[in-house]
């Protein structure tokens, strides 16, 4: 696959098998040990480009938010379909 490694296939089997709670836990600690070692990807020039006009939106409209809570709930009804 191009030099891309894959996945140990008995691996993803078992991160599949867990519930979707399971799953975020599981991808939390995989992203929280991947920044703890310092190797976080360089942001492309896109993802600069969007930070910084979401940084200047935010800046000018500081009260433009939605609450966490709101967030999660809308984000874990959309994967509950």
Same mark, same amino acid.
């Given at each position: 696959? &191009?030099? #891309?490694?894959?996945? &140990?296939?008995? +691996?993803?089997?078992?991160?599949?098998?867990?519930?979707?709670?399971?799953?975020?836990?599981?991808?939390?600690?995989?992203?929280?040990?991947?920044?703890?070692?310092?190797?976080?990807?360089? +942001?492309?020039?896109?993802?600069?480009?969007?930070?910084?006009?979401?940084?200047?939106?935010?800046?000018? &409209?500081?009260?433009? #938010?939605?609450?966490?809570?709101? #967030?999660?709930?809308?984000?874990?009804?959309?994967?509950?379909?």
């Amino acid at each position: 696959m &191009n030099g #891309v490694r894959i996945m &140990n296939t008995r +691996l993803l089997q078992q991160a599949r098998a867990l519930d979707i709670d399971e799953q975020i836990e599981l991808v939390e600690a995989i992203w929280d040990g991947i920044v703890s070692r310092g190797a976080v990807p360089a +942001l492309t020039e896109a993802q600069g480009t969007e930070l910084d006009r979401r940084r200047v939106d935010h800046l000018a &409209n500081p009260d433009d #938010v939605v609450p966490w809570s709101e #967030v999660k709930a809308g984000a874990l009804d959309k994967i509950r379909l």
